[in-house]
């Protein structure tokens, strides 16, 4: 039920800043976008989410375009640590149970 | 400490028998979660707890049975285990408020499944 669209793979060299795209032209008013990670063999791991404006935490930033169908995650400094599959996830925000529904993600693959 | 925590890690058993994993979270949260990754990697939602009750239920064959024992615990029984059961099974616990505008997951390490 994944209504998102991620590039299956991406390679990054460390220390460069890493941008993982993602689409979702069909996102409703009042969907949030949300960004997990899963580094191999652990559990997934939140990042960072947001509902228009553009979001920064100690991880990563989040760009949002204006009409919301598209954003993009950015990892300033990617490190070899980074490499992991990234799920971009629209949620409602009064959903009725807090699901999250991941698609396939993005492969992040960092090279020294 | 850990926040989410999930018993056994490794569980290796023939088709037929029965077997449990088991889940606790120390994050005083109300809403916990099974989730079922398989080997392409498609990690998807199967319950959900709120409270201890069930809430989410995602067309999971009646051969796996979620226990809520209180909201720190979401223990998974899964009887007559078939070689499509084999994955790795996540535990997940947030804090849920229908008005609230984080509610982010967090993961247990997982709990690989095989069946033979």
């Known amino acids: 039920d994944a209504k998102t669209t991620q590039p299956p793979s991406m390679d990054c060299a460390e220390g460069r800043a890493a941008n993982l795209p993602c689409n979702h032209s069909t996102i409703s008013g009042n969907e949030y976008v949300y960004w997990y990670r899963q580094i191999h063999s652990q559990g997934p791991q939140y990042i960072i989410h947001?509902?228009?404006n553009n979001e920064t935490n100690e991880m990563a930033s989040l760009i949002i375009t204006e009409d919301r169908k598209s954003s993009t995650l950015i990892l300033p400094h990617a490190t070899l640590r980074d490499t992991a599959v990234y799920y971009c996830i629209v949620r409602p925000s009064l959903n009725t149970g807090n699901q999250f529904y991941f698609g396939t993600g993005t492969s992040l693959t960092v090279i020294p | 400490d850990t926040a989410v925590s999930q018993t056994p890690k490794y569980l290796v058993t023939q088709m037929g028998n029965d077997k449990s994993i088991k889940c606790e979270q120390n994050l005083g949260h109300d809403t916990m979660y099974w989730y079922k990754q398989d080997s392409k990697k498609f990690l998807k939602i199967m319950f959900s707890?709120?409270?201890?009750?069930?809430?989410i239920n995602e067309t999971v064959p009646n051969r796996f049975s979620p226990k809520s024992p209180d909201k720190a615990h979401l223990n998974l029984h899964i009887n007559s285990l078939e070689l499509g059961d084999s994955a790795v099974y996540f535990c997940?616990?947030?804090?849920?408020?229908?008005?609230?505008?984080?509610?982010?997951?967090?993961f247990g390490e997982g709990s690989r499944l095989t069946v033979l």
């Open positions: 707890y709120n409270n201890k009750e069930l809430i």
């Open positions: 997940a616990s947030s804090q849920f408020n229908r008005l609230s505008i984080t509610g982010e997951l967090f």
């Open positions: 947001g509902l228009k």
